[in-house]
């Protein structure tokens, strides 16, 4: 498709995620293109506000090129392979921390890229004090969205597949997009009855149209960063509309007080 490989940005990025390379190269984008660095700016603020304020450390996880540190003091970053830009190396799905020492887990687009994430909540169960959280911004499942992401995005986006797991061969498509909302908005019920000591207490959809703009880590940025404003106060706008329009939700799981 002539117009795909015109959005295609000129830097090449089509290469394995988990390498220092990938990440460096991500790192320089979102650097370069401030429409985009806006946006993560905004997600960071998001995640920053909704953590509690109570003792204990932060966990991000899939940290990557990101910068949350600049927005949550003392937090702890982390990704599946050492680089620079992290403090540990940690497997979603097995904690390196003693029971009920985390004040949160954070994450922004990570969800879905974990093979298996029952043992993640399980691992979270554990690991997260009581009254602490689970902040995530992930994509989601809209009208809207099904189409972006199925056209644009190099990401299996698979909204009507019944399992909750995928294979973790390759790690730059081994992910579902559609996951967060097959476990928060399909198959909720099925999760608040495994995972009863998670309440699901934010599922805000957001920015149908901003990361489309920014061109994310794969395209061209559509807009001048001067206009990121304007498109904030028209996505506003349009909230009544947002479940068949939000690309992606801020999703915040609380922890009971006790375990159930």
Not at 137 to 152: C, G, H, L, M, Q
Not at 210 to 225: D, T
Not at 249 to 255: E, M, N, S
Request: glycine share 4%.
């Amino acid at each position: 498709m002539i117009f795909r490989k015109w959005l295609t940005h000129s830097i090449d990025n089509a290469g394995d995620i988990n390498n220092l390379e990938t990440i460096l190269l991500h790192r320089h984008l979102i650097e370069k293109k401030h429409f985009l660095k806006l946006i993560y700016e905004d997600w960071y603020t998001i995640v920053s506000d909704a953590i509690p304020n109570f003792d204990g450390p932060v966990l991000e996880l899939g940290s990557g090129a990101g910068f949350m540190k600049k927005f949550v003091p003392n937090l702890i970053t982390s990704d599946v392979f050492h680089h620079p830009f992290v403090d540990i190396t940690v497997n979603g799905c097995q904690l390196p921390f003693a029971d009920k020492s985390l004040r949160a887990i954070v994450m922004t687009d990570v969800l879905h890229h974990i093979p298996c994430c029952k043992s993640f909540f399980s691992e979270a169960t554990r690991c997260v004090k009581p009254k602490g959280v689970v902040i995530m911004i992930e994509p989601w499942v809209t009208k809207w969205s099904r189409f972006v992401y199925s056209a644009f995005h190099h990401e299996p986006f698979l909204p009507d597949t019944k399992e909750w797991e995928f294979s973790g061969n390759d790690s730059f498509k081994s992910a579902n997009g559609a996951l967060p909302w097959i476990i928060f908005e399909r198959d909720r019920v099925c999760f608040e009855l495994e995972f009863p000591e998670w309440q699901i207490e934010t599922i805000r959809l957001i920015m149908p149209f901003r990361y489309l703009i920014s061109g994310g880590l794969s395209f061209r940025c559509l807009m001048p960063a001067q206009t990121y404003v304007l498109w904030k106060l028209i996505e506003t706008a349009l909230k009544p509309w947002a479940k068949y329009l939000a690309m992606f939700a801020h999703i915040t799981l609380r922890r009971t007080d006790t375990d159930k």
